[in-house]
Every structure is written in C-alpha cells, then in structure tokens.
C-alpha cells in the first residue's frame, strides 16, 4: 500500500498518464517524433521541485507538469496538451485504485487461509452457542468459524466487483465533453494504461463508483470487527475458550503483571469504526455542483490512502491473531455442560410435539423443568422423571434428545457448503 500512496507513487502515475497522452498525440500526428522522444526521454520530477513550484501555483497538478516542462525542455510544451487537470489525476487515481483492490485480495486470501483452517481444525470441537449472551444451543467452533468464511468470501467477490468497476480513466476534457480529445484518441490512451474509458464523465469521473468502494471496505471492516469481538468475548476469563498468542516477556498491564488482554482484537474493532467514518466521508463526495466543484478533492487526498491502508492493516492483523490463535476444546465442552444439557430443551419439545402433544403443551413441559435447571437441578434429570415425558417417550428416545453427536451431525454440511459456493 505504500508503494501505491506515497507522494512519489502518485507522482509517477501522473507521469505515466501524461507520457500516454502524448504518444496519443503522436500517434495522431499532432507531436512530433522528436518531440516524442525528448518527452519520453526527459520527462522527470522531484518532489523538491514541484513543492517550490506549488508555492507559486497554489495547484499541485500544474506545478507537477511544469516541473517535467522543465526537465523535458522545448518539447515540454506538449505535456498536458488539450487536457484538464482531472484527465490525469482520476485516470491515475483509478490504477492506484486497481491495485490497491489486488493488495486487498492478497490480504484478504491469507485471511481466509487461516480462517479455513480453524475451521477444518474444529468442525468437531463442541462449544456453547449463544444468543444474546446467553446459552442457546450446541454448535462446534469450526462451525463458528465457517461462518466468519462465508461473510469473507462475499466480501472478497466484492473487492473483485469494486476492482472491475474502478478501472476507468477519463480523457475528456474541462467537463467532459471531448471537446479537443477525441473519445477514440480517449480509449487508445487508457487502454495503453490498463484501464477502460468512463462512459460518460464530467470534469471528473462520478463519485458514485468510489463511494460503493470505499463502503466494501467499510462493509468488510464491520466483518473483521465482528470477528474481534467474539474473540474479545471468548477470551474473558469467566469464559476463556479461546485467547490471543502471548509471547515471553509481553506485557499486558502496567499495573497488572497477570493480565493478558486480547489487544490485536481491540484494534481491530477501533479500526473499524474509523473505516465507517470514512464511508460516510465518500457518500457526502457523490453530489458535486453542475460538472465540477472542489469538496471531493480535500477529503480524497485523506479518505482513499487511509481507508486502503486500514483494510489491509486490519486484514493482515487479524490473520495474525488467528494464526497464533490458542483454542482450548476442554474449556468450551465444559462450558457446554454448566447448566446440565439445559441446551437440549428444544429437541425434548420436538420430540413430545411428534408424539402427538400440542405444541403449546410440549413447550410447557420442555420450560417446567428448564426452569428446575436454573435453580440447580440436573435437567436431564427432571426430564427422565417427569410424568408427561414417561407416559410419551421410551427411555432410548431421551437419550436420543441429548446426543450431542445427534445435534452436531450436520456441521461439517456448512463447511462444505461455504466452500461450494466460493
């Protein structure tokens, strides 16, 4: 990401463009072959030098393009010919865009590497599901974690979507109009760049594209946050079934030499807060006056680097904290048991509506002796006493209900369907 966004990165597309759009010219007929190669030969800038220019022309872009005037020479002349400032900075804009889409997927794949693993790992390991913080019913935390799979590969299919779309340019002039560049002169130009000519532009390239990339970003930002956040949640104590790599000599509090708190996590959820802020940023940018004004320029120069640079950082972060991910399968199956298979409750409800009770009527009975397990009571217990439950089930069909192999028998279904539809 740096060496798409730093101040020399952005400078060189802006070279590249302009060098393009003088062999378009050329290949016209309007420069001459001389002239051509001088500009191919000389064409140069330092950023030293366009920072003294600036101060005279209070516009970047022109300082830019007499700084090459200055290295190229008479030739110079040419550089810039027929175009506005926004023909170069939105076409490079769009290349840095385009790759900064392939930095992301490459991120965004050794995520999934690591996400894909513990998934396989532990589509077997029993753990705890929980709603609203509280116990629900089984699940296996490989099974957890094809889910966190799921949303990454949509996410993924939508980088690859923003990538396609904001691979445009523009050379069409003040407002668009093509009024000295012709379209055809247009398309040889940015196809020499890789990139495909906007349809239809005004001074500048519609916002509309760039805002849908910059709330993927954001999109995916919330993804990665919600998979710090039940890390964050595993790993309090009273739960602890999973917890961030500690290495010798890390500390965790300056106060509290015990602690060992899951950081890497937390960043992520306040990253994440910072990309949405950005996405809104882009949604203001979409209305511009008439063909063009100038509040999309100032927030851009913050909005598309940072963001870039916030989803890969915490794409890369988070396959970090699940690389050195520790799991521990022995706290989530006893956490599984603390309420004595109260998790089981629906299952006995199913089973009594199939033997003919009301459904209103099995509910009761599955809630009567829940409610015996929240004041102690093993529930299994309960149930196998209950009279409603011995005058309908035989005692293999309750211990049918809580066969946690039974309940879990279909997890490795949504792994292999997450993967199918990749």
Request: charged content about 25%; some cysteine; hydrophobic content about 40%.
């Amino acid at each position: 990401m740096n060496d798409i966004w730093s101040q020399q990165a952005k400078f060189e597309r802006w070279q590249e463009v302009e060098v393009a759009i003088c062999e378009g010219w050329a290949e016209a007929g309007i420069i001459p072959a001389a002239d051509m190669r001088e500009i191919r030969e000389k064409s140069a800038f330092t950023i030293a030098r366009c920072d003294e220019l600036e101060l005279e022309t209070r516009h970047d872009l022109v300082a830019f393009v007499r700084c090459l005037e200055e290295n190229v020479g008479p030739a110079g002349r040419w550089i810039h010919y027929g175009v506005t400032s926004y023909d170069v900075i939105d076409t490079a804009l769009g290349m840095m865009l385009r790759d900064s889409c392939s930095v992301l997927l490459e991120s965004a794949c050794r995520l999934r590497d690591q996400i894909e693993r513990l998934a396989e790992e532990h589509i077997d390991t029993p753990q705890i599901g929980r709603t609203h913080g509280i116990h629900a019913e089984p699940i296996t935390f490989g099974f957890k974690c094809a889910n966190w799979l799921a949303e990454l590969d949509r996410n993924i299919v939508r980088i690859k979507t923003c990538q396609e779309e904001l691979s445009y340019g523009k050379i069409s002039g003040a407002v668009g109009i093509h009024a000295v560049v012709s379209p055809e002169m247009e398309k040889s130009v940015l196809a020499r760049l890789g990139l495909k000519a906007e349809p239809s532009s005004t001074q500048i390239i519609n916002r509309d594209k760039h805002s849908q990339f910059i709330n993927v970003l954001a999109v995916m930002g919330g993804g990665l946050e919600r998979i710090a956040t039940e890390l964050r949640n595993l790993q309090r104590t009273e739960i602890l079934e999973v917890q961030e790599a500690f290495a010798a000599g890390q500390t965790g509090s300056s106060a509290m030499p015990h602690k060992r708190n899951p950081w890497n996590s937390e960043t992520v959820v306040g990253l994440a807060r910072l990309l949405r802020g950005h996405a809104l940023s882009m949604l203001e940018s979409v209305s511009t006056w008439h063909e063009r004004d100038l509040t999309n320029s100032s927030l851009e120069r913050i909005v598309f680097p940072d963001a870039c640079h916030l989803a890969d950082f915490m794409l890369n972060r988070m396959a970090r904290i699940l690389t050195g991910l520790n799991v521990y399968p022995e706290t989530m199956a006893a956490n599984l048991r603390k309420m004595g298979d109260l998790v089981f409750s629906e299952h006995l409800m199913v089973a009594l509506v199939g033997k003919g009770l009301p459904r209103a009527a099995a509910y009761k009975v599955a809630q009567r002796n829940a409610a015996k397990a929240w004041e102690g009571h093993d529930f299994k217990t309960s149930v196998e006493q209950d009279e409603d439950v011995v005058a309908n089930l035989t005692k293999e069909e309750v211990e049918h209900i809580f066969s946690l192999e039974h309940h879990l028998r279909h997890a490795k279904h949504t792994l292999d369907a997450v993967r199918s539809a990749q």
